[in-house]
């Protein structure tokens, strides 16, 4: 099992709003690559909604993280690229929903000039830690 200790609030660092500051742990690390909002056959769902988007790239690094015996509990480390800041407050709501928020992991979050296709808005990468 892999053991995980949150520092929420480092003395001397501002506090996070929504994001730990740091994590660490000890166990298998998990890195699961930027997820985009593609349903299973590679289409783009939610074409111009930050919100249906930021859904479905959660459920696309939910599955991933099954995959590799991960859940969203076991997740360190978010990186998050918008197209726009405004897409924010879309994205934390989504996280939200599968996130324990009382711990939640550290977190950086990115403006962008673009994504890898015309179309995503939003580009989300994880790491997990999970036991050997």
């Not at 166990?27 to 299973?40: E, F, K, P």
């Not at 918008?82 to 990115?110: G, Q």
Request: glycine share 12%.
């Amino acid at each position: 099992m892999a053991v995980l200790r949150h520092a929420v609030t480092p003395a001397g660092v501002p506090a996070g709003r929504g994001y730990s500051q740091v994590v660490t742990g000890a166990g298998r690390l998990v890195v699961i690559s930027g997820q985009v909002a593609q349903d299973a056959s590679g289409q783009l769902v939610g074409p111009g909604d930050p919100a249906a988007q930021a859904r479905q790239v959660f459920a696309n690094l939910g599955g991933c993280l099954r995959e590799a015996g991960a859940t969203f509990a076991d997740v360190v480390k978010l990186g998050i690229f918008v197209l726009d800041v405004a897409y924010l407050p879309a994205v934390r709501a989504a996280r939200d929903e599968v996130i324990d928020t009382a711990r939640p992991p550290a977190s950086t979050a990115v403006q962008v000039a673009g994504l890898f296709a015309p179309g995503y808005l939003l580009e989300v990468e994880a790491w997990a830690l999970i036991g050997d």
